[in-house]
């Protein structure tokens, strides 16, 4: 594709005045929004709003006269149509494991009768340890089965308890089918739990028409709410009060400040909330969905196809006598907002990208991963990364010694 051709794509782009919100330093291409999302202009403002105004001068009346108390479900509401759910069904709390390991807990206990936990060797790690974990801590012969990506929908059977699966695989960025396999794991008699984590934001969800039972994800890479912002919690509205749930706070409770000694759940998604809400988190996660406010999700969906395109065949004509192959599918429907290809000395490649102004990461074992959040990344970012990575292959960059040596985060 010509300069001209991307330019085009650029200046057509119907979410191109979305850039303008975020800031981002001059001189990065920053292709690694599916790891940490890019700040938003609005957080740094809220921040010191919140931390001047309202902790420092209303101290502790901030829970009533700021609605402190009132950040979950409200950042959860704004959350709830980028996934498909409706109003008072998702709340923003904790993280993304805690509330795996809260949705998981519940789920197995409306299926006490079935013993298995079907997951795949796509899904991301944190959820197979929680899933682990809790076998462990409940003690009642669950098992954990791990199949192939492609192999999920074979293996639903009236054995399965919980169907728990990461919709995008991390690594490859492979997409599963979540109404299909919903619907056979229901079909089955089990229930289902998704991981968003790389898909809210990157392209529309529809936990709602998807009929999910439960749903989880991060508010820190698509929704670009900072480093360890809160996760975000959906149950389905006609599953949650049925749920006691495994773990009881003060916050779920029914009447958190009649200070009861039983525990009474209050009714709906609130329920899945345990501790006092990080206030800060929430705020800076709150002024980042700003960006949000007036997209139509399917601009969204077609841009994160249209880039993922065009960077497979700008790096495929350029890089193909380097030994990288593409391990993402080449069918945009098939896969989220990223590219992952394999390559030979994948880190140190992925180092020297980086020192040259292209952010990507690694992924074990010889993956370089790129992400591409449709909300402020360009097509022209896009073509000039691919050219860089072939400068960085072509002339050697990535065998500088430095750059074999690994970090504690790839």
């Known amino acids: 594709m010509t300069d001209a051709d991307i330019a085009a794509l650029d200046a057509a782009d119907p979410l191109a005045d979305r850039r303008a919100l975020f800031d981002l330093p001059d001189g990065v291409i920053y292709l690694d929004g599916n790891s940490l999302g890019a700040l938003p202009r609005s957080v740094a403002a809220r921040l010191r709003g919140v931390v001047s105004d309202q902790w420092g001068e209303q101290l502790i009346r901030g829970w009533n006269d700021s609605a402190w108390i009132d950040l979950p479900a409200r950042v959860g509401d704004r959350i709830a149509p980028l996934i498909g759910a409706p109003p008072g069904s998702t ?39 929680v899933a682990q974990g809790v076998a462990a801590m409940l003690d009642r012969g669950h098992d954990l089965r791990v199949v192939l990506p492609d192999e999920v929908s074979g293996a639903i059977d009236e054995s399965i308890a919980v169907l728990m699966l990461t919709e995008v695989d ?30 809210a934001g990157a392209f529309p969800v529809d936990v709602t028409g998807g009929r999910a039972d439960f749903a989880v994800g991060c508010g820190y890479k698509y929704l670009n709410g900072g480093p360890g912002a809160p996760a975000f919690i959906y149950v389905r509205p006609d599953r949650v009060n049925a749920i006691a749930p495994a773990h009881a706070g003060w916050m779920g409770h029914a009447a958190p400040f009649a200070f009861e000694q039983d525990y009474r759940p209050v ?80 880190y140190a490649v992925m180092r020297a990208l980086i020192a040259e102004g292209v952010i990507g990461d690694f992924r074990e074992p010889d993956i370089i991963r790129f992400g591409f959040a449709p909300l402020y990344i360009r097509y022209a970012d896009v073509a000039d990364a691919a050219r860089i990575l072939e400068r960085a292959l072509r002339n050697e960059l ?12 790839t």
């Open 170 to 199: 991390y690594r490859t960025g492979g997409r599963h089918d979540m109404p299909a396999l919903t619907k056979r794991a229901h079909a089955a008699g089990a229930l289902s739990i998704w991981d968003l984590a790389h898909s």
């Open 267 to 346: 009714d709906g998604a609130l329920r899945m909330t345990v501790g006092t809400p990080p206030v800060l988190g929430l705020a800076a996660l709150d002024a980042a969905l700003d960006a949000w406010d007036g997209v139509d999700l399917r601009a969204v969906a077609a841009k994160a196809a249209a880039l993922g395109d065009l960077f497979i065949a700008e790096v495929e004509a350029r890089c193909d006598a380097f030994g990288l192959k593409l391990a993402s599918p080449r069918d945009a429907h098939a896969r989220g907002s990223q590219v992952s290809f394999h390559c030979p000395e994948g």
């Open 398 to 409: 990535w065998r500088k010694p430095e750059y074999a040596v690994r970090a504690k985060v």
């Open 91 to 129: 709340v923003a709390c904790d993280s993304t494991s805690l509330n795996m390991m809260k949705a998981l807990t519940a789920a197995l206990a409306l299926r006490p009768e079935r013993g298995v936990i079907l997951s795949d060797s796509g899904n991301f790690p944190t959820d197979l340890y």
